[in-house]
């Protein structure tokens, strides 16, 4: 089985990535990025890992999906009081990353990370399955629990207790962040393992500098 490990390769051939193909602003190079992803039938093409620090200096990482791509950054929805949450209240810096097999492409983007405004958050809440939004009053996320049982427990409360009520209210502890770009490493699977990087570096201008990095 580990030996498989060793053994197991294959080329890159699916596309390039040269200075000329590249866009000026690199949102653009990431949305159409994830819209070809999208169109080669990646499933879940909006998941990214989203990397942050401990209280140790450890890095820690999990899978959060993209909700949100403009100008102003990358954003995303989780429980403010989760392990992430605390992490980037204490620490507001954060990789994002992006892997699309299929074209054979990563994605990696670090920069600050703020809270988007109350009135966001309410807007995509609102748009959830009253299901999802049950979800995010029942779990404490990232706490210890006893058993399964005291989630669907926490869920059957929170359901009680919203039963009369048209629509559910947004959690306090629930809510949005967004990322705000530092930097972009853009990746291409190329053969040999010669594959194309491009970096873009944010200038205070607003504009942003292209250079290209070794495989
Ligand atoms: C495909 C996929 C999508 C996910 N999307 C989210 C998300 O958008 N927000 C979120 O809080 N957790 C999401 N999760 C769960 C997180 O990976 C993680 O388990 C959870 O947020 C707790 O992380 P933490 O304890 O480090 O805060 C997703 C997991 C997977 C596998």
Redesign the pocket.
Same mark, same amino acid.
């Given at each position: 089985m580990t030996e498989d490990l060793k053994h197991s390769r294959r080329d890159f051939a699916k596309g390039t990535l040269l200075e000329d193909q590249v866009p000026p602003d690199p949102y653009k190079l990431l949305e159409e990025w994830y819209q070809a992803a999208v169109g080669s039938g990646e499933v879940?093409a909006n998941?990214m890992s989203l990397s942050?620090l401990d209280e140790d200096g450890y890095p820690?990482s999990?899978?959060?999906?993209m909700?949100g791509l403009s100008i102003e950054g990358i954003t995303?929805?989780?429980?403010y009081l =989760?392990?992430?949450?605390r992490?980037l209240d204490s620490n507001p810096k954060a990789q994002v990353q992006f892997l699309w097999k299929a074209l054979e492409r990563q994605v990696r983007v670090r920069g600050r990370v703020e809270r988007i405004s109350s009135a966001e958050s309410d807007q995509y809440f609102a748009s959830r399955p009253r299901d999802s939004q049950l979800g995010a009053w029942a779990s404490p996320? =990232?706490q210890f629990l006893a058993s399964r049982e005291e989630l669907e427990q926490r869920l059957q409360e929170q359901s009680s207790r919203f039963s009369g009520e048209a629509s559910i209210p947004r959690p306090p502890h629930w809510g949005g962040f967004r990322l705000v770009p530092l930097d972009f490493e853009f990746w291409q699977g190329r053969p040999n393992r010669l594959h194309d990087r491009l970096k873009a570096f944010s200038k205070d201008s607003g504009t942003w500098s292209w250079r290209r990095l070794a495989p």
């Open positions: 879940d998941a942050t820690v999990r899978i959060v999906l909700r995303f929805y989780t429980n =989760s392990a992430k949450g992490q996320q =990232s």
